[in-house]
C-alpha cells in the first residue's frame, strides 16, 4: 500500500476532466445504480476498502496547494 505523495498523471487529470456531463447522464438513465452512494461496496467491498484506505494513507501534489 502506498503512503505519501502520488505521481501526478497529467494524461488521467485531462480524461477526468473532459468526460463531460452527458456520459454521465446516458450511464445513469441506463443503469438506475451508477453513482448512487455506498453502491460500490455492495458490488466489490474488497475493493471498496481498499480505495477507502489508499485514499487516506495517500495525497496527491494538487493537495499541497489547497
Known amino acids: ?4 505523495m502520488r505521481k ?6 485531462i480524461k477526468a476532466r473532459t468526460t463531460g456531463k452527458a456520459k ?3 450511464k ?3 443503469n438506475p445504480l451508477y ?3 455506498g453502491v460500490g ?9 481498499k480505495n477507502k484506505l489508499y485514499k487516506k494513507t495517500s495525497f496527491s ?3 499541497i496547494f489547497k
Not at 501526478?8 to 487529470?13: D, G
Not at 461496496?41 to 476498502?49: A, D, H, R, S
Open 41 to 49: 461496496f455492495l458490488k466489490n467491498p474488497e475493493k471498496t476498502i
Open 35 to 37: 453513482g448512487k452512494k
Open 24 to 26: 454521465r447522464v446516458v
Open 61 to 63: 501534489l494538487w493537495d
Open 28 to 30: 445513469s438513465s441506463v
Open 1 to 4: 500500500m502506498k503512503i505519501g
Open 8 to 13: 501526478p498523471s497529467i494524461k488521467k487529470s
